[in-house]
């Protein structure tokens, strides 16, 4: 008889103890969270059939143009941890500056802002390829019933409490940290509830898969061009396999399973590369070194890097930790 699996409701009050902080209050985020992504999911699987793809006609303060799915998304994960009052503060990808939420009320005693990307991996939505959703969240530093300002949200990411992701793909997963490993949750549809499939999730150390867009090849960095001839050599378990989603999320959950390495670095074209630091990077960077992997710059581990900017980019390199070494390696030799 199979095991009967855990839901991830379960799972959260199970391990609520283990968590330094744990009051109950970042079970109930993690369980608005899950809310959240139930509601973007059926829309997600919808998509094409109800008038949900194709450009909202704004543009977001990334300079980018805003999907109508980035919209829905951003608007439903704000609703849901706004109505459920669980949060200070939130910062959107999609949003010009940071929401402070009932902060000026002194009986308002929450303590965690999330940072947020509703829709990862935009440029894929319309083409049915798979899409994510990315989430990071700190303690505020600022004293609670107090408004939350920008220091909260310029937190480094190794103050992270917990991070996590949901992929939006031929299933749904939710997969997150609390600092204390990272584990997967699979959707059954047909419930309606998450359940515990990949429990302690850890990147291979070494793997023979990697992710860039090498499309931009001409403009990357000397270091970057030299790793990636690097793994296209016939040598030893190399030539690696190019895979690419264009989804950071689905890019880097199947390195994670599969053993990769996932690369978006600088270029003449992006001086800082393209990934933002507050809404991907820390919270994938997090979840690599939770799971045994390793996420960097190219030489500044990526969790130790001191925002500045609430919308900054960085160059990025995540995934298993033997080969970020080695790109690594690549960039300070170059
Ligand atoms: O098309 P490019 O330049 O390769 O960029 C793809 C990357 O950009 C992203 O789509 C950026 O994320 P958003 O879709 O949230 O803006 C990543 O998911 C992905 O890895
Ligand atoms: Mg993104
Ligand atoms: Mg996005």
Known sequence: MSHKKQTLGEFIIENQSSFKYSSGELSSLINSIRLAAKVVNHEVNKAGLVDIIGAAGDMNVQGEDQQKLDVYANEKFI?????????????SEEEDDFISINSQDENHQNKYIVLIDPLDGSSNIDVNVSVGTIFSIYRRVTPVGTPVTLEDFLQKGSEQVAAGYVVYGTSTMLVYTTGDGVNGFTLNPAIGSFYLSH?????????TIYSVNEGNYIHFPQGIKNYIKYCQEEENDRPYTSRYIGSLVSDFHRNMIKGGVYLYPQSSKNPNGKLRLLYECNPMAFLAEQANGKASDGFVRTMDVEPTELHQRVPFICGSKNMVKKAEEFMRNA
Do not use: H, K, S
């Not at 609703?79 to 910062?91: E, H, S």
């Not at 429990?199 to 793997?207: C, R, V």
């Open 79 to 91: 609703q849901t941890l706004t109505n459920r009052n669980i949060v200070c503060g939130i910062a």
């Open 199 to 207: 429990p302690d999730m850890q990147f291979p150390e070494n793997g």
